[in-house]
């Protein structure tokens, strides 16, 4: 009877679901939510979740309540192919969202051009196919951008350094940050400094201090990493150990501001594309308030990036009008500006040609000796 | 002098870890693949008892290092002790299975984040200066310490321990071991919990030296070729094992590649599986067994 019972709910609730989702807007995500790089993703993904129930709760958008569907991939490929074919065949979802390790781009992206539906890359790194001449299916929202960063990092240690610069770099042995650092040490030979050595540290390592040793015998004057945080931090906090005292420069991400109180480090630099939330704006209070009234087990200061995920589907939709399917959707998003309210140091303004942002801005920020400090204020690069 | 400590410190890593591995399977011939999860698991359980005992480091540091030694028995209690009589693959199937869960309740329970044990305990990590000019950070000088500490207890406790000469006894032949009256059940707990503790050690050692993530099973697993070098049955061999994969690792990061380091504790394994598969201080007949 139970049995019956069970089975009988369940096909209810099978069948109401796509009935349900008729009346809203879906959009499916896959994410690492859960395994060693979730770290990165989590944040931004709760942080999107919180922005969407926020927008449901003032009434949804042009009327219309979203439905927000996570699917978990663990950073595997085979689990994003197999979410992705879930969210648009069987959830029918207008809006597809990456938010894992670039690992998993290559089968959902197969999976979004099979279908027609837009890719929107959000806090997962942005791909070439975003900049210009953009792929019309893909888009990003993500801050941190592979070359751009480089270029606004080595400039900064340009106009910081007092004599010719020496420089050391630190990368994780994936793909993408080795690539930056490759690109990175080709453009500091460009801009007249020396690049003294690169270490490339495989995940996880049991101890960093052979690399540093490495890294400090070289003789750098600065050392520059761009790499998922634990090695930008653990190659930073090994070099300390060993007694270097210079300057070192890294990405700033999602936990860059407890870890610049927790380190308390005067030449440690973190060049960021997101405002830190001591800066005390109105929208980081809306963040922190939203955050506190969800009861999100992450920081309020590691959510900007799904926050501004969230801002930038909100637009889309809106722009898409109701009812809305994957090309009027993709319409809307080739032509969007949304004020990121101080979150980003401009608007994320799409175009048919640019998926990814006209202008890109770069804060750097380090410990004064009492509190994180703003050393160089928006510094803005033309995306072409 | 540098290389020097390096090689030390990484070796002391290793050798914490891989005698866990060692000390189940000389008992029981069971290989532990569970083995990095539940030294996570050591790690992790400072974080909850760093809050549960708030302002006394001391306390919430062996309360810690007490609740690995509980979750070793536990684990034999309520897992392993069904597994035995059965095939040891099965058994070693059973530990994946524990790690797969392991690493799933951390995540749900402390996320994924980068987390600092030492700062939860207020506990400073200061580098101390060596005579030769070497540089060590005071928890790696604590761990090279423990790993010292650990060792001689260990052998000792085997050679001459009521309890270590049953287990050596449950190793060798337990059936013959049963018949003279030794608790096999109390002896295989005692690994575990024994195993479940130097593992634990190496963990929160290392937490508290450079932060503790999700990912630290994967370097129980890189300590693992130094186990099989030395021979898995051998705590000398897993120290000398240890020293001869951390000596490899450290210089070829420093004088070839230090992408070489990923790979290293394999390729000398792979070396001494051609030419000495038994491991070099491994009984050769184990070999046969396994």
Redo the contacts between chains.
């Keep these: 009877m139970l049995k019956r019972i069970l089975l009988g709910a369940i096909s209810a609730a099978a069948l109401a679901l796509p009935a349900l989702a008729q009346d809203a807007y879906v959009v499916g995500l896959t994410g690492a939510l ?6 990165t993703y ?2 931004a993904v709760d942080a999107l979740r919180i922005y969407i129930d926020g927008v449901n709760a003032r009434g949804g958008v042009n009327g219309k309540k979203i439905t927000l569907l996570l699917e978990d991939d663990g950073a595997q490929p085979s689990k994003a192919a197999a979410n992705a074919k879930k969210l648009i065949t069987q959830d029918k979802a207008v809006l597809l969202l990456n938010a894992s390790l670039s690992s998993t781009y290559a089968p959902v992206i197969a999976e979004s051009k099979a279908a027609g539906v837009p890719l929107l890359f959000a806090s997962s790194v942005c791909p070439q196919s975003v900049y210009p001449p953009a792929d019309p299916l893909q888009f990003c929202t993500t801050g941190f951008a592979a070359n751009y960063d480089s270029q606004a990092t080595l400039d900064f240690v340009k106009a910081s350094a007092k004599g010719p610069v020496k420089i050391g770099f630190s990368a994780m ?1 994936i793909p993408l940050s080795r690539g930056e650092i490759d690109y990175a040490e080709e453009l500091s030979k460009k801009m007249g400094m020396t690049p003294v050595d690169k ?13 540093a ?2 890294l400090k015998d070289a003789g750098p004057t600065w050392v520059y990493s761009w790499a998922p ?2 090695t930008q ?2 190659t930073l ?2 070099l ?4 270097w005292q210079d300057d070192y420069i890294a990405w700033g991400h999602l ?1 860059t501001e407890s870890e610049l109180v ?1 380190l308390k480090d005067g030449k440690f630099y973190t060049v960021n594309s997101n405002s830190l939330f001591q800066e005390g704006l109105p929208i980081q209070k809306e963040i922190e308030d939203a955050a506190k009234k969800a009861g999100s ?2 920081p309020a200061a590691t959510m900007a990036e799904g926050w501004i995920a969230g801002m930038v589907i909100e637009a889309a939709l809106k722009g898409a009008g109701w009812p809305a399917d994957a090309a009027k959707l993709r319409t809307a998003m080739e032509n969007l500006k949304v004020d990121t309210k101080g979150l980003r140091g401009g608007p994320i303004e799409w175009t048919k040609n640019n998926h990814f942002r006209t202008k890109l801005y770069y804060r750097v920020y380090k410990w004064d000796g009492s509190k994180i400090a703003r050393v160089q204020d928006w510094k803005s690069y033309d995306v072409k | 002098m ?2 020097f ?2 090689i030390v ?2 070796a002391s ?2 050798a914490l870890i891989a005698c866990g591995y060692v000390l189940i399977y000389r008992v029981s011939r069971v290989l532990n693949l569970a083995h990095g999860e539940l030294m996570m698991l050591g790690a992790y359980a400072v974080l909850a008892t760093a809050s549960l005992f708030s302002g006394h480091p001391v306390m919430a540091l062996v309360a810690a290092v007490v609740l690995s030694l509980v979750v070793g028995v536990l684990v034999y209690v309520f897992l392993m002790r069904k597994m035995t009589g059965e095939m040891v693959l099965a058994a070693i199937l059973t530990t994946v299975a524990l790690g797969i869960l392991i690493r ?1 309740i951390v ?1 749900l329970v402390w ?4 987390q ?1 044990p030492a ?1 939860a305990l207020g506990l400073p990590n200061p ?1 101390l ?1 060596l005579p030769g000019g070497g ?3 005071m928890w ?1 000088a604590v761990l090279v310490g423990t790993n010292v500490f650990v060792y001689t207890a260990l052998l000792g406790f085997l050679r001459f321990g009521r309890w270590g000469m049953r287990m050596r006894a449950a190793g060798q032949n337990p059936l013959l071991a049963a018949q003279r009256g030794i608790n096999l059940h109390g002896v295989y707990a005692l690994a575990w919990s024994l195993s479940t503790l130097t593992g634990a050690l190496a963990g929160i050692l ?1 937490a508290l030296d ?2 503790l ?4 099973p ?2 129980g697993l ?2 693992f070729p130094a186990a099989l070098v030395g021979g898995l049955d051998s705590l000398v061999g897993a120290l000398v094992g240890a020293l001869i994969v951390a000596a490899a ?2 210089l070829l ?2 004088y070839v590649d ?2 070489l ?2 790979v290293v504790p394999f390729l000398v394994l792979v070396a001494m599986l051609i030419v000495r598969p038994w491991g070099l201080f491994g009984t050769r007949e184990e070999l046969d067994r396994v």
């Design positions: 859960t395994g060693p790089p979730s770290s989590a944040p042995a270490e490339v540290i495989p995940p996880p390592t049991a101890d960093y201090t052979p690399f040793t490495k945080w634990v931090v653990r906090e090994a300390r150990k060993l007694g936990e927790r087990k992450y | 540098q290389l400590v390096n410190v990484l890593i290793y799933g995540v996320s994924a984040q980068q600092y700062q580098s200066v540089h060590i950070s790696s290392m450079s932060g993530t999700a990912t630290m994967v370097i890189k300590a690792e450290v990061i420093y230090p992408l380091s990923d």
